[in-house]
């Protein structure tokens, strides 16, 4: 049975689907097969990659709202241990459907993924920018959750809320819900100010946070627009080592609760 870990921010432009996408690729390029999810109605993972559609004529909307079969959904990728599904949400009315979905029936999702979670080491999911239903489903069905913090802005009260909403979602509907870690992205150490709010989250946050810190590079911004993971199209740039670093950090912490028998840590900030 796979490890489902949601990637989760309630504020927009930190590198949240960035993260989902590049994650997901580097831990598929180590040989384990991982299982990308686009959550979010925006549809940022299935823009991050060049597909034929032919092949492929269903997303997850059609899965949680039609009632496809999730196999229909699921794309192969040019990574041969990553495959991918996308939202394929077409409409803010469909993007309304979706969220009453969620709201009504929380663990759909979560009913969805186990359908497949068995073929797969590692599920990855993108959730949307907010804490509304969608990442509240999205929670019930993880492991645990991410929390990439721009590495040129940080709130305390932000992250706050985004983990009391974790907590409520592990105490109402998830115990086994934890903290995968918290991720600093689009960090400029040329800057006085990146210096600083690296300072502060790990002040905040101590031992939660990634010992690797993702960098603010050209190569991570042009990604989405070359549709490709930023380790097929520059494996050798400073992204892309920041996440093959992000997915060794977490396989060998995984690694070594399975050894101990030791869970990840708890949501008791």
Known sequence: MARILAVVSQKG??????????????????EVRTLLVGIDPQCGVSSSFEFNKKGNRYGLYDVLYQGFSIVESIVHSEIKFL???????????????????????KFKLKQILAEVDKFYDY???DCPPSLGSISIATMIAADSILIPVQGEYFSKESLG??????????????Q??????????????????????????KRAMGEKVFSTII???????????????????????????????????????????????????????
């Not at 495959?83 to 029936?105: A, R, T």
């Not at 918290?182 to 989250?201: A, Y």
């Not at 997915?247 to 030791?262: D, M, P, V």
């Open 13 to 30: 432009g930190v590198g949240k689907t960035t993260t989902a996408v590049n994650l997901a690729a580097s831990i598929a390029a180590l």
């Open 83 to 105: 495959d991918v599904i996308g939202s394929n949400v077409q409409s803010s009315g469909e993007e309304d459907n979706l969220n009453q979905l969620m709201k009504k029936d």
């Open 123 to 125: 599920v990855i999911l």
């Open 161 to 174: 809320r985004l983990l009391q909403t974790a907590r409520e979602v592990a105490k109402t509907y998830n």
């Open 176 to 201: 086994s819900l934890t903290i995968e870690g918290v991720l600093l992205t689009m960090v400029d150490f040329r800057t006085n100010l990146g210096k600083k709010v690296t300072e502060d989250i």
């Open 215 to 269: 960098p603010r590079t050209v190569r991570l911004a042009e990604a989405p627009m070359i549709k490709k993971p930023v380790i097929l199209s520059d494996i050798n740039s400073k992204g892309a080592m920041a996440y093959l670093s992000l997915a060794q950090e977490i396989l060998t912490k995984h690694e070594g609760e399975e050894k101990s028998g030791k869970k990840g840590d708890a949501l008791n900030l």
